[in-house]
Nanobody
Framework: QVQLVESGGGLVQAGGSLRLACTAKGIPFTILHMGWYRQAPGKQRELVAAITPSGSTNYGDSVKGRFTISRDNTKNTVDLQMNSLKPEDTAVYYC???????????WGQGTQVTVSS
């Protein structure tokens, strides 16, 4: 019954911006530690950004200063604002939710982000 649904992916030119959104259903959103991960062809899945229920954030080294994660607990959503995009940001981006204290972990289906040179 738990669902995480991503949206907002697409094609953008290098230097441009894109905003991803993830909506959670079937679970109390306020208990979830949320994160965005990405996986490019031939590469390992990596952490992009994470945010705790209280709003504390953490970012992967490759996106620090360019991406911003935020959450709206009234709408059960977490967003990823992506600025100054580079071709190496091209990947499938996945939304993740973790209950931390209850050992629950959930993944969205992913959304494709393609950055052209």
């Amino acid at each position: 019954q738990v669902q995480l649904v991503e949206s907002g992916g697409g094609l953008v030119q290098a230097g441009g911006s894109l905003r991803l959104a993830c909506t959670a259903k079937g679970i109390p959103f306020t208990i979830l530690h949320m994160g965005w991960y990405r996986q490019a062809p031939g590469k390992q899945r990596e952490l992009v950004a994470a945010i705790t229920p209280s709003g504390s954030t953490n970012y992967g080294d490759s996106v620090k200063g360019r991406f911003t994660i935020s959450r709206d607990n009234t709408k059960n959503t977490v967003d990823l604002q992506m600025n100054s995009l580079k071709p190496e940001d091209t990947a499938v981006y996945y939304c993740n939710g973790d209950t931390y204290y209850q050992s629950g972990n959930y993944w969205g289906q992913g959304t494709q982000v393609t950055v052209s040179s």
